[in-house]
């Protein structure tokens, strides 16, 4: 069924990849960035741009109203190109910002969501912040809210996008889970072997899926690993991790 959908961070590595999916199965996009540059690259692939800050809550609230979409998918991140190669300072600096992203930006999108009378929250989470524990992790484990520096800005980051995202009735919330992401657009062309690896295109495609599929609730996306099971994707959602974008 076709709906009125707004792309939070249609712009970035998973928004470029997902818009497209979207289209094709006739949904109307909106897309949200910061910059009035990438609006016209979002406008040329089929997409409405919306231009605003979304730490901007007022100036979020008017814009999600006007659109009143049905479906919200928040694929918002703030880290720089080349983060890999940062020095330690400047990594810790570009976790916090991503942190600020996921608690402050994620509460004001819900906030604008909850107003605009949306039915469905999707959320991008991670799924290398589990505490120390027998492996594979489902979703029902726990997370490490015990860790200390950057690892801990991160977990506390990613606990409160999920308890914002699943905790706003009426608002469903489904929380996504990715691995770590490798292919187009994301500076990495092979999966990673140390966290859970997680190709760009399946992670769309899970965004795509989770819009008329699955319960609210918690969702592990990534390839076959050791670390964390993905049967729940597969059977509720019908994810396939081998899925891949033609051309």
Do not use: C
Request: charged letters at 20%.
């Amino acid at each position: 069924m076709p709906y009125k959908i707004l792309l939070a961070g249609a712009g970035g590595a998973i928004g470029q990849r997902l818009t497209p999916l979207l289209r094709d199965a006739g949904h109307d996009v909106f897309g949200t960035t910061r910059s009035a540059a990438k609006a016209q690259e979002l406008k040329a692939a089929g997409v409405e741009p919306v231009v605003v800050d979304v730490f901007d809550a007022a100036g979020l609230s008017r814009l999600v109203a006007a659109i009143r979409p049905e479906i919200v998918i928040h694929q918002l991140t703030d880290l720089p190109d080349g983060f890999g190669n940062l020095d330690p300072s400047q990594r810790a600096q570009a976790l916090s910002a991503n942190a600020r992203i996921r608690v402050e930006g994620t509460r004001n999108l819900v906030a604008a969501t909850l107003a605009a009378g949306a039915r469905r929250l999707i959320a991008q989470s991670i799924a290398w912040v589990y505490a120390p524990g027998r492996e594979p992790h489902t979703e029902d484990d726990a997370l490490d809210l015990d860790a200390e520096g950057s690892r801990g800005v991160t977990i506390d980051g990613v606990a409160a996008l999920e308890k914002t995202t699943l905790h706003s009735p009426p608002l469903e919330g489904i929380v996504l889970r990715y691995g770590q992401f490798y292919g187009p657009g994301t500076g990495a062309d092979q999966p990673s072997k140390t966290v859970p690896p997680l190709h760009v295109d399946a992670a769309a495609v899970a965004a795509l899926l989770a819009i008329d599929r699955g319960r609210p609730g918690i969702f592990n996306i990534a390839e076959a690993n050791n670390h964390v099971a993905t049967n729940k994707a597969r059977s509720e959602l019908g994810w396939d991790p081998a899925f891949r974008l033609k051309g």
